[in-house]
């Protein structure tokens, strides 16, 4: 695409110069974005390092960019349609990479700094069996208390137990099958509860979830706690995956 041949070209070399220079960024932006997540999986690098490719891509990324909006002008002006097509491909590859980031950065603007979600504030499902595991991670165990549940009511009044019309022991079952559904982790069942581990596919963030299962006289009451191990805000995911689970336990 950006061969020259040896007759004379307006511009010269420069529209060349340019467009290879934003599919460099281009790609180097590429690589930094797309292997920050399955580095700190794979524990090859630390969260920070991890953030700071992230953000090192962008950057590049938008160099790009502006490389791409150079190539594009200079090369139309000069009727050097083959530089403007990358100048405008790498624009575009540029939007498409920094839409998600963007797309986060808003959510997070939008949702309330915090991480451990439930449909039960006054008791929510305790962590038993991944206690430990807890422990050794960033967040506590307990639910953090009267501001986060304040601050979810205004966020996530949505969020509320259901009640299921069937045997205690087929909600269970039904509940454990969705998990499995998932690929969360089960750490283990108790009479009328259930942990799991959800691991995000990208960081391999660990969310742990807990659901209990209470028999009334209007049926079995299921809630669902949800929390990260890692973060002060969790971007609105502990809630989006209770409201989910929920939904789809109703259509049983």
Same mark, same amino acid.
């Given at each position: 695409m950006?061969?020259?041949?040896?007759?004379? $070209?307006? !511009?010269?070399k420069?529209?060349?110069?340019? *467009?290879? +220079?934003a599919?460099?960024? /281009?790609?180097? %932006? #590429? =690589? &930094?974005?797309?292997?920050?997540g399955?580095?700190?999986?794979?524990?090859?690098?630390?969260?920070?390092?991890?953030?700071?490719?992230? $953000?090192? !891509?962008?950057?590049?990324?938008?160099?790009? *960019?502006? +490389?791409?909006?150079?190539? /594009?002008?200079l %090369? #139309? =002006? &000069?009727?050097?349609?083959?530089p403007?097509?990358?100048?405008?491909l790498?624009?575009l590859?540029?939007?498409?990479?920094?839409?998600?980031?963007?797309?986060m950065?808003?959510?997070a603007q939008?949702?309330?700094?915090i991480?451990?979600?439930?449909?039960?504030?006054?008791?929510?499902?305790?962590?038993t069996?991944?206690?430990?595991?807890?422990e050794?991670?960033?967040?506590?165990?307990?639910?953090?208390?009267?501001?986060t549940?304040?601050?979810?009511?205004?966020?996530y009044?949505?969020?509320?137990?259901?009640?299921?019309?069937?045997?205690?022991?087929?909600?269970?079952?039904?509940?454990?099958?969705?998990?499995?559904?998932?690929?969360?982790?089960?750490a283990?069942?108790?009479?009328?509860?259930?942990?799991?581990?959800?691991?995000?596919?990208?960081?391999?963030?660990?969310?742990?979830?807990?659901?209990?299962?209470?028999?009334?006289?209007?049926?079995?009451?299921?809630?669902?706690?949800?929390?990260?191990?890692?973060?002060?805000?969790?971007?609105?995911?502990?809630?989006?995956?209770?409201q989910?689970?929920?939904?789809?336990?109703?259509?049983?």
């Open positions: 950006l061969s020259a041949n040896n007759s004379p $070209r307006r !511009g010269g420069w529209p060349l110069v340019t *467009a290879w +220079l599919i460099a960024l /281009l790609i180097v %932006a #590429g =690589v &930094l974005m797309a292997i920050a399955p580095a700190y999986k794979a524990d090859w690098i630390g969260l920070g390092t991890s953030f700071t490719w992230l $953000r090192q !891509g962008a950057q590049l990324a938008m160099g790009a *960019a502006l +490389l791409g909006l150079i190539t /594009l002008v %090369a #139309g =002006v &000069l009727r050097r349609w083959r403007a097509l990358v100048g405008v790498v624009t590859a540029v939007v498409a990479m920094v839409a998600i980031p963007m797309q950065k808003e959510r939008s949702v309330p700094p991480h451990d979600i439930t449909t039960d504030m006054e008791n929510p499902p305790a962590f069996l991944l206690a430990a595991a807890r050794e991670a960033p967040n506590a165990v307990d639910y953090p208390g009267a501001e549940a304040k601050q979810q009511q205004l966020a009044p949505q969020l509320k137990p259901i009640l299921v019309d069937a045997p205690l022991a087929s909600v269970m079952e039904t509940v454990k099958r969705k998990i499995q559904a998932r690929g969360w982790e089960i283990g069942t108790t009479d009328n509860t259930i942990e799991a581990t959800a691991t995000t596919r990208w960081f391999g963030f660990k969310d742990d979830v807990a659901i209990r299962m209470t028999e009334t006289e209007q049926g079995v009451q299921v809630d669902m706690r949800s929390a990260s191990r890692l973060g002060k805000s969790d971007l609105g995911t502990n809630a989006e995956r209770i989910i689970f929920f939904e789809d336990l109703a259509k049983r």
